[in-house]
């Protein structure tokens, strides 16, 4: 049975202490982006494949039409047009809901922090999958949520392991707040929840009254445009599900979104206010008008193919050069693949070196906030082009082989024999 | 001396229990923006004053020269180039600092909402001015800030009340997390701080080791242009200074700022991190595009102008009909007029009978997290032409009049004789 550890240096500074913290974040990701270093670190979509005159467009468009209203404060809840082209985004993965069901928050993340602050007191506990989005940990953990995982494998969040722990939480006489969970193309793990998985979580919720929140940025990028049901859709009372343009359409105009039930959706439209008024209109009134006068599904399409390119250059050259030592997660969507590194080697320990051989990733412990993920590190092939993806996961192989090597000559007196030079 | 009472129900159900709860606010504002009524109740600025086109082209501007990155994510502290437009807004007040003192917030609000998730565990003291803007008392609330409110009088805060509400807080062994300001044609009470004020409230700032956060969303909308020194310039190391885009160029592009000692400014950029990963980067772009190459000194002057004359016109219709029974705030820019109505005569009771009589405003006691300011009221002037101002200060006036002579008619046997009809 899963042990429930409940750490007093839980909650604020448990990311300090144990996983990666933000300043460490940042700092990777400032020298991830020096142009000599091929990054797969970010998990930045490549807004250089947006049509930008469509995009001036439709600003210009919104401007002269609607300018006083598009450069004016907008009430808590979002823009009603907008609301309502939000509405066929979900349609597009057969979610049916009504634009009243929604409410519009800057970015996905915006809505993760208010969902954490409506929910989380400190030391309650909030379950995630292991390992989870960064931002959501970083939510939690800023209201002293005390995040426990729940174990995941090629099939996403593995429903015994969920038993396990709430078995667990039930003999430590506590209860969960929430599960969160990215069921499509995981960030980070680049895995989905397979379809009897879903049915078996969603009927988890039930037994253990458990509420859901269902984050979905990646949904729409499946390699093969195919879709299994979102949660929401199987249990929409139980699911507060949150959608984002980030990925599909672009993140530099921060929209996301919330689909929850009344109750929770009318604190949230509250909170949303206390936090800062009201969402940019403008960038509203430019999403409006995209969605209703672009070929955003189209967009869509592109962005797919790009992504499935990538991924595949990337997929293939991991094949090419770490197969023998190292295993990953194979993405049928997304922009991130998950690699396990050889037993012993550590991700973070090792990134000077991958820093040095100008490649960069995000190490394993950054998704957790146990402590774990040593060995692990998340790859991203949103961003680069083929070629330069395919050099990154050259210089990172070589980096890796090297380490195994030094490894094997300081622990194993044999190891001399079997280097390869 | 003041009583400092630490009411049982204080913090997050404070403003729901005694002042006016965010949506009895917000059914008000529902109400206001119907076509009849004549609203001074928003403080929404006249955004239909600006160059729309002009908006139009700098928006085309940065997506041709910039549209990859105006479209993708942004770091946590705000686009340096808009930073440095933002120090050139700042010097327009004699505020001198530096690109890299300043974090961009989703407007003002947003700044406010940090603050207080930095600041303010439950129970934690916060000063205010008494009325004081009713988004701050939101975000002071929503953390379980307890908020003590010191007097105001028509130079602003009062010094002495200061002192007192000090020695108070020191007798019951208790101290304050910051003082909110805003010194500059104060959001309701429409009064600034005098220069002797400034200089006393600084020389206390650090007699009782105080923490100011002075909000300066009206400073550039001096009726004479005049300005007098930000308290951030006397004591930079005793003063978050927050600044927005919202009044003098839009608030639908919620760009804010927060200018802070570099301990609180690092972790800002930590919490807007946590909070929604970052600010757009579509509307940085467009507002430093904005502030690079259009005349937005110009633009300020004309809305200047316009609130000038719209004040201008509100305080002759209020002499012409209310000055017998009223008093008001004599503004010397910015948005507002602050109302006190006869004693004894109710603003929020009244409000319904305004609203039979197609004119909004904003009760008092929406100012106060204690309960005050049942006879007193909020007028905006930002909005409406100055026509209409007048049309609904006289509709005010007579609801105000019948009120009065109602009351005398009931409490008074000699009421009879002295109405006029």
């Known amino acids: ?59 210009t468009a919104v401007l002269r039409d609607s300018g006083p209203v598009a450069l004016q404060y907008g009430g808590g809840q979002g823009v009603a047009a ?7 985004v979900m349609a597009a993965e057969h979610l049916e809901v009504a634009p009243d069901d929604l409410v519009v928050t800057n970015g996905g993340q915006q809505a993760l922090d208010l969902l954490s602050r409506l929910f989380c007191n400190p030391g309650d506990i909030v379950l995630a999958e292991g390992p989870a989005y960064v931002g959501a940990l970083g939510a939690f953990s800023s209201y002293q ?64 009254d458990l509420l859901l929140i269902e984050d979905n940025p990646y949904g729409l990028l499946d390699f093969k445009g195919e879709q299994l049901p979102c949660l929401h859709t199987m249990a929409p009372e139980r699911v507060v599900y949150l959608g984002t343009l980030s990925k599909i359409f672009s993140p530099g ?19 949303k206010e206390t936090a800062d008024l009201s969402q940019s209109n403008l960038t509203q009134y430019v999403a409006e008008r995209w969605l209703a006068t672009q070929p955003w599904l189209e967009q869509v399409e592109e962005f797919r193919e790009l992504y499935r390119e990538r991924c595949d250059a990337m997929l293939d050259e991991l094949s090419r050069h770490l197969s023998d030592i190292c295993t990953w997660s194979v993405p049928t969507g997304g922009f991130f693949v998950w690699l396990r590194l050889p037993d012993g080697m550590d991700s973070k320990q090792l ?70 030079p």
């Not at 069921?183 to 979580?201: I, W």
């Not at 105009?253 to 909170?271: D, E, F, M, Q, S």
Request: proline letters at 5%; charged letters at 25%.
């Open 1 to 59: 049975m899963t042990e429930v550890r409940l750490d007093p240096y839980q909650g604020r500074y448990a990311r300090r202490a144990r996983g990666m913290t933000a300043s460490e974040i940042r700092a990777l990701f400032a020298v991830a982006t020096r142009p000599e270093i091929v990054s797969l670190a970010g998990g930045m979509p490549y807004t250089a494949a947006l049509d930008r005159d469509a995009v001036a467009d439709v600003t």
């Open 253 to 271: 105009i921060r929209i996301g979104w919330a689909v929850a039930p009344a109750p929770i959706r009318a604190k949230l439209t509250l909170l």
């Open 145 to 208: 949520g005390h995040v426990i995982h729940v174990d995941m494998d090629a099939h996403g969040l593995i429903p015994e392991a969920l038993d396990e722990t709430m078995a667990a939480l039930q003999h430590a006489g506590r209860t969960a707040k929430f599960l969160y969970t990215v069921p499509n193309h995981q960030n980070p793990a680049g895995v989905s929840l397979s379809r009897a998985r879903r049915d078996a979580l969603i009927e988890r919720a039930e037994r253990y």
């Open 351 to 420: 990134l000077p070196s991958a820093l040095q051989a100008r490649v960069a990733y995000v190490p394993g412990r950054a998704f957790y906030a146990d402590g774990s993920g040593d060995s692990e590190m998340r790859l991203s092939f949103c961003f680069p082009p083929s070629e330069q993806i395919r050099e990154g996961v050259r210089r990172l192989a070589r980096v890796i082989r090297d380490q195994a090597a030094l490894r094997a000559a300081m622990y194993d007196a044999t190891a001399q024999q079997e280097r390869t």
């Open 82 to 88: 907008l609301r309502e082209r939000l509405v066929d």
